[in-house]
């Protein structure tokens, strides 16, 4: 069993006291989390830059409302989530730039950024709650009662929505040669 040092609910409990020192090893934990999570939302990287520190000072201004410390990762991400679409809600795009497919090329044969690539624009390509679904379970790696909570949704709806995305990723990103079409 592999365990940390101090485990997060102790720092919380430090934090709440108001140990900065405390707080700032919480953040070094999850910054690089929260901050991945919040650039495959907004898809800009000074925004979730900004939207990683008001996320942190929201918590850290309100972690005292956190009833359970055991929920704090979705806790943390119901506050990213929250931030996340209130930028997108400000900041409507008018026109996204898709990256195109080589659809005449096998991903085995691609290089990684080239794979990289076809992977985001695939992403893009996916409705925000089919996006932020994906994230969460393949990139964050919550468990479905947890993105629910996130997502304040049933998990009945977090699981279509990650179902439905997962489906239309592998059509995008077969083949065309594997989908039978020349």
Known sequence: MI??????????????????????VLVSRWEKRVYNY???????REDALDLAQDVFLKAFQNLKKLEDPDRFPAWLYRIAHNEAYSLL????PEGDLDVELRTGESTSRMFPAELSLAVDSALNRLSP?????VVLKIYQGFKFDEMAEILSCPVSTVKSRLYTALDLLKDTLAPISARGAQ
Do not use: P, S, T
């Open 3 to 24: 365990f940390r040092e101090v485990e997060d609910r102790d720092l919380i409990a430090k934090a709440r006291r108001g140990n900065v020192d405390a707080h700032n």
């Open 38 to 44: 919040l650039l495959r939302l907004v898809r800009n």
């Open 89 to 92: 809600r400000k900041n409507r």
């Open 129 to 133: 709650d089919q996006r932020e679904a």
